[in-house]
């Protein structure tokens, strides 16, 4: 697939969102307005411009990562747009927002190369670990954090009292975790899978090698337990489980990962409220129908009640899901467009994954194998966690659709995620690199060319 | 609005949907399916040596397609870092499935499985490749 076709696509998913919106304007009894060019120019400018920077910056790079973010990006705006109208236009503003962040990173990227991001690896870990705990300062400071459902997630940026802006700084984090741990576990991946010691039937390396993961555990508890965010906690846990896996080959880190964190759960269920409250939403939603189950349970009815096609666009109650822009969108999607509208959305995240993926497997060295791997990653178990959470195959965790769910921290997260991908998929094109490789790549190039 | 036009839009919607996805779906699918290392090139019949015991390049793999020529000089397909290969040392091609060698007329000689090569020679997976102190296998 070319870049040419990789254009059409955008449009043709600009068209998706603004037909989305007008079937939406016209299921209300109005005529499609202004809402509907707006989708149409903003979707087009925002991917567009990307688009652009790609060819200027990254022209070797995969041409399918951003159509797909760009439908998901537009089912996203329409059903935000469907429940919420002023939401949705924040939500543009945003898709703008992030379009040119994104156009930075890649810019940076280029100018810089991936090596800068391995260079500066403890500024990353410290960049993400002060953003994971910014929400902890008090509420009342100008920047300070805010309990919002419970959960103490945001940040928000008050000035005489008003608030400006709120973020999500945890989204952000990620990327920066991610871009951490994996220039940290390539350069240690060796020690990692070498078994030394034996534990009974264990065999297990180095302890000293096992403190990174010691650590992801007591990060993601400490995040369970103070900002009460099951979902971060879950992410960051199974994000480090998995990168060890795909650093090491050893899939005793995963199962390993998923032992510590059931061990910590079941603790933190004894001990705490809400997660206890969480854990029997899931197994007995009906038992407390009105309140703890409430959420869980109305997702449920706009699951079954959207059938095989959906209700058809603005036509459902998908208003009856308690924030069903954010972390039910899913479920607000599911009972519009029914099974095949939801099974499509699956389908593209699907897709996705195997791209990201991809482009790991084809990456020259560890660290961008990893990066690659664990950006990808981290877009696919937020997709799992959220999906199967509103579905109620895993306990809810309140966590947002990548792309898809209202929230400007989220898509600005996202689109980085993507553009870091676009540029690493650019590299294994180009290998004009001064590093030791230089030599394989080089023989290898000359081999294919003749 | 009538339940028709609604019901048509409601399709036209999920059917768009499908129509982009299959598109993506049918491209990323030979994508994915094609040689890791030549990821967007046709799939072609290629035939792989390593280099197995080299002062430099040990590790190294070496993809034929065609015909490619191996030497000392940076004129030559494939650069060996050896001080015995002559500049312009042996040519591999590939013939459907089966890879050749071809001595160039060389100084030191070329040897496969032990046996100096005086005409073409076909080469089979396992054999190992000598020229100077560079040592290949082939895949």
């Known amino acids: ?450 | 609005m009538s339940a028709l036009v609604a019901n048509v839009l409601k399709l036209a919607f999920v059917g768009m949907l499908y129509l982009f996805l299959w598109q993506m779906a049918r491209s990323i699918g030979t994508h994915l399916g094609a040689d890791v290392d030549t990821s967007r090139k046709p799939r072609r019949r290629t035939g792989q040596l390593t280099i197995v015991r080299s002062d430099g390049q040990a590790g190294t793999r070496v993809t034929v397609s065609d015909s490619v020529v191996l030497g000392r000089s940076p004129d030559a397909d494939v650069l060996l870092e050896d001080p015995y290969a002559s500049m312009f040392h042996l040519r591999l091609t590939m013939d459907g499935d089966t890879m050749s060698l071809a001595d160039l007329g060389t100084t030191n000689g070329t040897y496969v499985n032990g046996r100096r090569v005086t005409g073409p020679i076909t080469l089979n997976p396992g054999d190992s490749v000598q020229v100077g102190k560079t040592i290949m296998e082939v895949k």
């Open chain 1, 1 to 450: 697939m070319s870049r040419n076709a990789e254009a059409a696509l955008l449009v043709g998913a600009a068209i998706l969102a603004a037909l989305g919106t007008a079937i939406v304007t016209a299921a209300g009894g109005d005529r499609p307005d202004a809402q509907t060019a707006l989708t149409f120019i903003i979707m087009l400018a925002a991917f567009g411009s990307l688009h652009l920077a790609f060819r200027q910056w990254a022209a070797e790079a995969s041409p399918y990562l951003l159509p797909i973010a760009a439908l998901l990006t537009a089912v996203g705006l329409v059903e935000i747009f469907r429940l919420d109208a002023r939401a949705a236009s924040l939500q543009r503003w945003w898709l703008l927002i992030a379009a040119g962040l994104g156009i930075a990173v890649l810019f940076l990227l280029k100018r810089l190369g991936i090596e800068a991001l391995l260079r500066y690896r403890y500024l990353f870990l410290a960049g993400a670990l002060i953003l994971f705990l910014l929400p902890l300062l008090p509420s009342s400071w100008p920047l300070g954090g805010v309990e919002v459902n419970g959960s103490r997630l945001w940040l928000q940026l008050r000035v005489f009292d008003t608030t400006v802006v709120r973020f999500q700084p945890a989204e952000l984090a990620k990327v920066l975790l991610v871009i951490f741990l994996a220039s940290y576990l390539a350069s240690r991946h060796r020690a990692l899978s070498t078994m030394t010691r034996r534990l009974g039937p264990l065999s297990m390396p180095e302890p000293r090698q096992l403190f990174p993961l010691a650590a992801a555990w007591a990060l993601s508890l400490v995040v369970l337990v103070y900002q009460r965010d099951l979902g971060a906690s879950l992410l960051l846990l199974a994000l480090f489980a998995s990168m060890l896996y795909a650093a090491s080959g050893r899939l005793s880190y995963p199962l390993v990962g998923a032992g510590l964190f059931v061990a910590g759960a079941v603790i933190a269920a004894q001990v705490f409220d809400h997660v206890q409250r969480r854990f029997d939403a899931w197994i007995r939603p009906w038992d407390d129908f009105a309140d703890s189950g409430f959420q869980i349970a109305q997702s449920l009815f706009a699951l079954g009640s959207g059938s095989l096609t959906g209700s058809g666009l603005g036509l459902g109650r998908p208003d009856f899901i308690p924030s069903a822009t954010t972390d039910f969108v899913f479920s607000a999607v599911a009972e519009e467009t029914g099974l095949a509208g939801s099974l499509a959305v699956v389908a593209a995240y699907a897709l996705l994954v195997a791209v990201g993926f991809g482009i790991a497997l084809r990456a020259r060295d560890p660290y961008r194998k990893l990066l690659a791997a664990g950006l990808t990653a981290a877009i696919a178990i937020q997709a799992i966690l959220i999906i199967g959470g509103v579905t109620r195959l895993l306990p809810l965790t309140g966590i947002t659709l990548p792309f898809m769910s209202y929230g400007g921290s989220s898509l600005v997260a996202n689109v980085i995620a993507i553009v870091i991908l676009a540029r690493l998929s650019h590299e294994i094109g180009n290998s004009a690199s001064p590093s030791s490789l230089a030599v394989a790549s080089q023989l290898r190039g000359k081999g294919n060319a003749k």
